[in-house]
């Protein structure tokens, strides 16, 4: 079974409040994603990263930045939220052609 | 619980024979439905989504897939594979209404291309 973890699940904050979702995996996986999906339209990937310390932006510019010092790990963080940042943001691991997902962060900013 | 199942882990097909992928779903009313593929290495791309209306959609690549309520499924489809299909495809359903909008992936299906 595969384990990549998002957290938090959900989250309501505040304009201007620094935040950091989270995205783990277990499976030592090099390749990691974030995507932002906002209802019912599709997927759009703003972050990647090949391995530890590369990360490189994805087709949709986004505010976000990300980082990976582990390979288990690849958090995305917004300096200061802003109302147009409400979505929901989806990370994924890949290895060869399998891709794994997380379960999602739905984020409000309100 | 709402889900979504993709019942072929991995799938192979001789080149220009037909394909079709299964995908079910569990919940009270029409989710929004995709279908993405991810080629190795690569993010996801959508091939096709169904809204609502006519229940056979036309995506990219010469995919299409049919939305059958009464069996809640929106399973894929290609006449004539190509090689160039060898990938991951995968279901996914966001459900309507509420401050949600959940979207939820299958577990995915390996399609294998044989010359």
């Known amino acids: 079974e595969a384990d990549i973890y998002q957290t938090p699940r959900y989250l309501v904050i505040g304009t201007g409040k620094k935040i950091t979702l989270e995205c783990s995996q277990t499976?030592?996986?090099?390749?990691m994603y974030w995507y932002q999906q906002d209802p019912g339209m599709e997927l759009h990937l703003i972050h990647y990263?090949?391995?530890?310390?590369?990360?490189e932006k994805g087709d949709l510019s986004s505010e976000s930045t990300v980082s990976r010092i582990r390979t288990e790990h690849f958090p995305l963080t917004l300096e200061s939220a802003r109302p147009s940042h409400t979505s929901q943001y989806l990370c994924?691991?890949?290895?060869?052609?399998?891709?794994?997902f997380g379960q999602g962060t739905r984020l409000t900013v309100v | 619980a709402q889900s979504v199942t993709q019942p072929d882990i991995h799938i192979t097909v001789s080149e220009g024979a037909s394909l079709e992928l299964r995908c079910n779903y569990s919940y009270g009313a029409t989710p929004y439905l995709f279908w993405y593929v991810q080629s190795p290495g690569q993010g996801l791309q959508l091939l096709l989504k169904?809204?609502?209306?006519?229940?056979l959609v036309q995506g990219i690549k010469g995919f299409e897939a049919e939305f059958k309520r009464s069996q809640s499924s929106f399973n894929l489809r290609k006449p004539s594979v190509h090689w160039s299909d060898a990938a991951e495809y995968f279901c996914?359903?966001?459900?309507?209404?509420?401050?949600?909008?959940?979207?939820?992936f299958g577990k995915g299906t390996l399609l294998t291309v044989n010359p």
């Open positions: 990263s090949y391995g530890v310390n590369s990360t």
């Open positions: 996914a359903v966001q459900w309507r209404g509420g401050s949600n909008y959940k979207l939820t």
């Open positions: 994924a691991s890949s290895e060869l052609a399998r891709a794994f």
């Open positions: 169904y809204f609502s209306g006519d229940t």
């Open positions: 499976m030592g996986h090099d390749k």
